[in-house]
């Protein structure tokens, strides 16, 4: 069972920033990709951004040149460095792990519980 714990949401001014970070733990044989989610009321969850286990990343749209995505593999972590937010960035922000199983040619995605992005005008 692999679990994702989430810190460094909150809220923020325009223009301010934050950095979210994801630690995975419980029985890890292999994370692969990891990335952020989030949704806004009322709205589909959409993905932010996501890092393979080599670095390669990729960023939605409204986010590319103010976030930036990293990850450590030593920690099991990933990380989620907002800047120049918006009141638009304002949601609910999830992480996401890939997680190979001894052997396993598929993985199992895990996703954190949510962490809430509040961005004042």
């Known amino acids: 069972q692999v679990q994702l714990v989430e810190s460094g949401g909150g809220l923020v001014q325009a223009g301010g920033s934050l950095r979210l970070s994801c630690v995975a733990s419980?029985?890890?044989?292999?994370?692969?990709?990891m990335g952020w989610y989030r949704q806004a009321p009322g709205k589909e969850r959409e993905l932010v951004a996501a890092?393979?286990?080599?670095?390669?990343?990729n960023y939605a749209d409204p986010v590319k040149g103010r976030f930036t995505i990293s990850r450590d593999n030593a920690k099991n972590t990933v990380y989620l460095q907002m800047n120049s937010l918006k009141p638009e960035d304002t949601a609910v922000y999830y992480c996401t792990a890939d997680h190979y199983y001894s052997g396993s040619y598929y993985p199992e995605t895990c996703w954190g519980q949510g962490t809430q992005v509040t961005v004042s005008s």
């Open positions: 890092v393979s286990r080599s670095g390669s990343t």
């Open positions: 419980g029985r890890i044989i292999r994370i692969g990709d």
